[in-house]
Every structure is written in C-alpha cells, then in structure tokens.
C-alpha cells in the first residue's frame, strides 16, 4: 500500500531532550515536507526537500534540522525541544513539486 | 509573503445541500492550489489539484475552480452527506523562480459539518 509513515505517532519529553521524528514513504517521491499544525494558526512548513541531499527552510525553520540522505526518509530533528515545539507535526510527500501530495498521519508532541 | 484566508470559518448545513467553500490568497505568483480534507485526529486527504494554467477541476461530486488573477478558489460539493463532515483546507504553491515552488502555504480551513 502507497503511503507515507510517521514515528512514532506521540511522543512526550523534556525540555532539551534530542528526539527524532522519522518519516518514510514508499512512493519513490522526489518530494517531501515537514509541517506543524496549532491551533489559531493553521498548517506551517517547516521544511522541505526537493530530491536527496536537496533541504530548504520553509516558514517556521527555526528549532529544527533534518536531512535527506535517500530518497524514502526525510527525519525531522530537534535537538533542544523547548514548550513551544509542543504541536502535531505532519511529514508529506509528492512525485515532484506540482504533483498532488500525501500526507502521513501525524505526530502529536509534547514538550514539558 | 503569501497569506491564505479560506471563508466561512465553519459551516453547518442540512443533508442535500449544494455548497461552497471559499479560498483566497494575496499573491498570484502560483503554480498550483490543492484542496485537502482533514478529519478528527487523521492526516490530510488530498481532495483536488489544479494548476495555475488551469480554471477547474472536478472529482465525483467536488469541483474546484481558480481565478489566478483576482487570487481566489472555490470548491463546490453537490448534494452534501453527512459523511462530508471534515475540515477543509486549500493550500498553494509558490511561484518565485528557483526551487521556491517546494514552498506551500495554507490556510486555515474551514469546518463542515453535515447534519442528516
């Protein structure tokens, strides 16, 4: 089955307490994308990648980092959460950039 | 910077009606706008896509239209169910040279509820 894979789907930790959330799709897409998602203020890119090794910052890039060493898994990394990171965050994919995309069933994370 | 609005923020309406959500954005540079559904708790669900050289596209009982020049997008559902209950959202792609078209922003929904 197509589809794009988040993990873990929660996730509580502490402040300053490095954490990976790992995105996977099996589409062979060029295309992949990190969002958050609070209330009041919608959907927010964090990030995107266009092909590997290809990474660009997105509207909110601040607090986070992540790579595209291969084509299927895009991770998104904090390596100091802070309270605000607390949000439900959303990994998506496209076969390039104007193609529709598919969107993983979220991470909801909680940062005390 | 592109800003999205979708209008009305939350609608209810009775089983059978035709309805109409709107989406405007304040920057005509796009390549594409796609329309997504989310229900309670789930990811987004990829409803329609059009392209700015487009004016509408149509799935099943949606129809999705584009004005790129005076920024708007609407989309239509015929003949509502309840099973239509979901947040809509509509989202655009930029158009600013290089690779800014990986960059998509959204807006803020709009919550349907469908009552029998």
């Known amino acids: 089955e197509a589809q794009v894979t988040q993990n873990p789907r929660y996730l509580i930790t502490v402040t300053g307490k490095k954490l990976t959330v790992t995105c996977s799709q099996n589409m062979n897409h060029e295309y992949m994308s990190w969002y958050r998602q609070d209330p009041g203020l919608g959907l927010r890119q964090i990030y995107y990648s266009m092909n590997v090794e290809v990474t660009d910052k997105g509207d909110v890039p601040e607090g986070y980092k992540v790579s595209r060493k291969e084509k299927r898994n895009f991770p998104l990394i904090l390596e100091s959460p802070s309270p605000n990171q607390t949000s439900l965050y959303f990994c998506a994919s496209s076969l390039g950039g104007l193609a529709p995309l598919h969107f993983g069933n979220g991470t909801r994370l909680t940062v005390t | ?116």
């Open chain 2, 1 to 116: 910077k592109q800003e999205v609005t979708q209008i009305p923020a939350a609608l209810s309406v009775p089983e059978g009606e035709n309805l109409v959500l709107n989406c405007s954005f304040t920057d005509s540079a796009i390549y594409n706008l796609q329309w997504f559904r989310q229900d309670p708790g789930k990811g987004l669900t990829s409803l329609l896509l059009i392209q700015s050289s487009q004016r509408e596209q149509t799935s099943g009982r949606l129809n999705a239209s584009l004005d790129k020049s005076s920024g708007r997008s609407t989309l239509y559902i015929a003949a509502s169910q309840p099973g239509d209950s979901a947040t809509y959202l509509c989202a655009v792609r930029l158009n600013a040279g290089g690779t800014s078209y990986g960059k998509l922003t959204f807006g803020q929904g709009t919550i349907l509820t469908v009552h029998p």
